[in-house]
């Protein structure tokens, strides 16, 4: 060991003795300080006295040179893993990051750290092997030991080590560790040592401790997760993370979104706006991980988690912490969405929560699931008073709203606050100063466009219906959603016909707004989906089928009643009269107001067909146009009111008889039984299907299909490679299907439609 530290076999007892009392003497020199003493040094031979008043001589040379193989050889060495040990390592780590940060400003270190292709490498494994360690640690005695807090330092800063000595640029070091040899373990053990963090910080929140305790742990696991973040951002190396077996094949991820999900403030530190701000950031922060991680182009990493029943219960596991996180901030206490002291931001996290339902509620592994949890936090959010829901849904000036910030660690503070402390089992004071935030800003119309978006996608999401793929789930969204009106609203004890009333209009308000966000926010298609569903829910709710399903919903609750029928009758006509006479209560109806739903909703919709009139007339009644009349609400609250009363302008609706209302909604809804999601228009399509002359097989070229997702996105919306393979996927099967029949491909099956697998 003392050859390879110092490279001669004359002096190997003195080069050791030389690099540990350098760690313990030099670390608590700030970058300005050490500098200042190799500058007035002579042949870089820095003269050190000691606590004890001893003198000693440190070549930085030799420093700079060996001190990594040092420090990994004092890690083999180690029969245990107590405070001391971890102090001499974090010691260590907080000398080598002033060196680098010193090597641009001086040449000798900077030919050594920075140009030598082999203490490079050395500074790469020995922070890898770093977090194999810190990984590994089991030690269970950290009620009131300093332990947790050296651990947590020690990974963020091992990991924050990475910029100084490699690169500062994400995406260079994005490119180095995927280079690596070793990156798989790299990612394993970070993500791990992490994990042990956050378990840290979960016993500490349960825990006695003090406030400043735990701003500290919490500010270095943020830190840690921060730094990972960042890595996912870089597609390279989400990319390649994607094809982790233990992360993702087997829920590594997972497992550590899981256990930050899990963390809850206790009522000890309720009002302290550093500890919430801090949790919730930490929550937004893994969130946006498993954002980027859907975002992976190679791999699906949802059909990865997907493999074993281990890692889909797992899975579902954090998609209903994330559920539960939005049903808390937005049905529960709306108040959480943001703190109340600016010096704290929060983060993104109901945004990103919201980001997360859409992607789970399109894709075939979770839509269920998510039909299952989440309807119940959509028809809350649409049983809101409508003011309010105007003010929190249609709107561009929030009352509230969420403040994200990037955090800047500073590695040699944040280890000299911890060392400092060592004489203590607690830190009294830590960071006499919070830590510093870079504010990022958005601005508000764009942040409050961007939830209303998420809300009209998911529901678009949970109401698409494609035969082909998933006959089975027709109209299980509509069902769940008229299951969960029928339940009483804690939020709004009104009646039955109130409630009704709040729901559509806030519903039909929505739509309005949704219409006003496109193309910058939603696509046609989506904002159509919410028409058709709005629709057909005013449809049902009129009419016998809605009383039918009702009974069916009793029945396999075990005859639960229904709020929605209290005070009913039998006889639906009666029912219908009792909902129009407590509407009228409420609302001055007028004609032209009545047929608002027709002119501003109905006649948009160019793409349909009339169906048999007859076969819904006897699915649905004749009465299917009555539940319209609650439509006359005020939306003067809403950003999109202009483009209703355009809408309604242009409509001619005077004219119109109320059977041909009925007729349309009707053909409306059969409609949708048929409809499919189209991702690519007429010349798109055309596009692609001259490039498959040329290249049949395009589907088995990642390369290829790459390139022309993107060259089609010149020509219309944009398609993702995911998409378009998906799409070439389904051609080809209903190429193969119509050959097998014996028939030629109709023009209707040469459309692109959204297969979720």
Request: hydrophobic share 40%; net charge negative.
């Amino acid at each position: 060991m003392s050859d390879a530290m110092a490279g001669s076999s004359s002096r190997p007892q003195r080069q050791a003795i030389d690099l540990i009392s350098a760690v313990k003497e030099l670390h608590r020199l700030s970058s300005l300080e050490l500098n200042k003493l190799i500058r007035e040094s002579r042949n870089n031979i820095l003269h050190i006295v000691t606590e004890t008043g001893s003198s000693i001589q440190i070549d930085v040379e030799n420093l700079a040179r060996y001190l990594p193989m040092h420090l990994m050889a004092r890690m083999m060495m180690l029969a245990e893993r107590d405070e001391a040990s971890f102090q001499y390592l974090l010691c260590g780590v907080r000398l080598l990051h002033s060196l680098c940060d010193l090597a641009p400003r001086h040449s000798i270190l900077e030919q050594i750290l920075l140009d030598d292709v082999k203490v490079s490498v050395q500074l790469l494994d020995l922070i890898i092997f770093l977090l194999i360690f810190l990984s590994n640690y089991r030690q269970e005695h950290h009620t009131s030991s300093p332990m947790p807090l050296l651990h947590s330092a020690l990974v963020a800063c091992s990991l924050y080590l990475l910029t100084g000595c490699i690169s500062s640029q994400w995406q260079e070091l994005a490119l180095v560790l995927v280079s690596h040899s070793q990156v798989d373990v790299f990612m394993d053990t970070a993500f791990a040592a992490l994990r042990l963090d956050i378990k840290f910080l979960h016993i500490k929140l349960s825990g006695q401790c003090t406030e400043g305790t735990l701003n500290y742990l919490s500010q270095q696991c943020e830190a840690s997760l921060q730094f990972l973040q960042s890595l996912c951002q870089q597609k390279l190396f989400r990319e390649r993370l994607v094809k982790n077996k233990e992360l993702c094949g087997k829920g590594g991820v997972l497992l550590l979104a899981r256990a930050i999900l899990n963390l809850e403030v206790t009522p000890l530190f309720k009002e302290s706006f550093s500890v919430v701000a801090a949790i919730s950031r930490l929550k937004s922060k893994i969130l946006s991980i498993l954002l980027h991680l859907c975002e992976a182009e190679s791999i699906s990493f949802l059909d990865e988690v997907a493999r074993t029943p281990q890692s889909m219960d797992l899975a579902k596991s954090v998609a209903l912490e994330v559920l539960e996180l939005l049903k808390t901030m937005i049905v529960r206490d709306p108040k959480q969405l943001a703190c109340s002291d600016k010096n704290y931001p929060t983060g993104l996290l109901q945004l990103n929560a919201m980001r997360l339902a859409d992607i789970f509620s399109d894709d075939s592994n979770f839509r269920s699931y998510i039909m299952i949890y989440y309807t119940e936090v959509l028809t809350a959010i649409f049983a809101l008073p409508h003011q309010e829901f105007l003010s929190n849904w249609c709107s561009s000036d929030l009352p509230t709203r969420e403040e994200d910030a990037t955090l800047e660690y500073d590695l040699f503070a944040a280890a000299g606050c911890v060392l400092d402390s060592s004489s203590s089992s607690d830190l009294p004071n830590v960071m006499n100063s919070g830590p510093n935030f870079i504010p990022i800003n958005i601005p508000w119309a764009s942040y409050a466009h961007q939830r209303s978006s998420l809300l009209v996608k998911i529901i678009a999401n949970l109401h698409c219906f494609v035969p082909e793929i998933c006959k089975e789930e027709k109209d299980v969204f509509l069902d769940k959603f008229l299951e969960c009106l029928q339940r009483e609203q804690p939020i709004s004890p009104a009646s039955d016909a109130e409630k009704a009333v709040t729901v559509s209009s806030n519903l039909c308000s929505l739509l309005s707004h949704a219409e006003s966000l496109t193309p910058s926010f939603l696509n046609k298609e989506d904002v159509h989906l919410l028409r058709v569903f709005f629709m057909q829910l005013e449809s049902l709710i009129t009419s016998a089928e809605f009383e039918n399903r009702v009974q069916e919903n009793q029945k396999s609750a075990g005859g639960c009643s229904s709020p929605l029928l209290d005070n009913i009758g039998p006889d639906h006509t009666n029912r219908i009269g009792n909902l129009k006479e407590g509407m009228s209560e409420k609302f001055d109806f007028q004609e032209e107001d009545q047929l608002y739903v027709k002119s501003s909703c109905i006649d948009q919709t160019g793409d349909m067909m009339l169906q048999d009139k007859e076969e819904d007339k006897s699915k649905y009644g004749t009465e299917a146009g009555g539940f319209r009349e609650i439509q006359n609400v005020e939306t003067s609250g809403s950003d999109s009111s202009s483009t209703r009363e355009k809408n309604s302008k242009e409509s001619g609706i005077g004219g119109v008889l109320e059977d041909e209302k009925v007729e349309d909604v009707q053909c409306e809804e059969k409609q949708q039984r048929k409809r499919k999601r189209t991702i690519m228009n007429d010349e798109q399509i055309a596009v692609i299907e001259r490039a498959l002359l040329d290249e049949p097989d395009m589907q088995r070229n990642f390369t290829s299909v790459q390139s022309w997702a993107d060259k089609l996105s010149l020509h219309g919306s944009e398609v993702t490679t995911s998409q378009l393979k998906n799409w070439l996927n389904n051609r080809k099967a209903r190429l193969t299907r119509a050959a097998k029949d014996g028939r030629a491909p109709s023009v209707g099956d040469n459309r692109d439609v959204i297969i979720l697998i």
